[in-house]
């Protein structure tokens, strides 16, 4: 089972399903926001529903039950629902670049850090659903490493782009001669 897991091209499998699953669900979700007929996520109507997705959240953190953070919904409070429109049109974008990315393995561990952000504050919102399995589903990605896009994009991009920038490459500088310890001899009977 060991030689499995340290298997380069299995770990690369497995986690290249888990990644075009993710993707597509990413993907799908952020379609159907840019998509949709009535422009209430990008659009004249753009904030709607993430007004209403945050005042949810605003009512569900006072009681003895509460679901929401207090301090998430002061967040939501004072700072997401004034920029709203923009929330909107960073989320509906957002999932559709992160899905896309996932699907094709392009800056693979980049898109699922902003995955995982925004299934983070799905959930600190109040919202269950699917948010929990894809955040495990990230974190395996991101934990998984380069291995996580062996059969993806980034397994041509990558090695291009450090040798372009020059990245993880010793820099060839001139360095001066280490100064050498010459002794001078001593004459016989002197100390």
Do not use: C
Not at 50 to 65: R, V
Not at 90 to 114: D, H, P, Q
Not at 146 to 170: C, E, N, Q, R
């Amino acid at each position: 089972m060991t030689r499995y897991f340290s298997d380069k091209r299995f770990i690369g499998v497995i986690s290249g399903i888990i990644r075009v699953w993710l993707g597509w669900s990413f993907l799908q979700a952020g379609w159907e926001k840019l998509t949709d007929p009535q422009g209430m996520w990008i659009g004249s109507k753009a904030g709607t529903v993430i007004q209403g997705f945050l005042g949810g959240a605003i009512k569900n953190s006072t009681g003895a039950h509460a679901s929401v953070h207090p301090w998430y919904a002061s967040l939501a409070q004072n700072f997401f629902l004034p920029n709203a429109g923009l929330f909107s049109y960073m989320v509906a974008f957002g999932e559709t670049l992160v899905g896309i990315a996932l699907i094709v393995g392009l800056f693979t561990r980049f898109a699922a850090f902003w995955g995982m952000f925004l299934n983070l504050m799905f959930l600190f919102a109040g919202s269950t659903s699917t948010n929990t399995e894809m955040l495990v589903a990230e974190v395996a990605i991101v934990s998984a490493g380069f291995y996580a896009s062996y059969y993806g994009l980034d397994h041509f991009v990558m090695p291009y782009l450090k040798k372009v920038l020059h990245i993880g490459t010793t820099p060839t500088t001139v360095t001066e001669p280490a100064p050498t310890f010459n002794p001078q001899p001593v004459a016989p009977g002197i100390r």
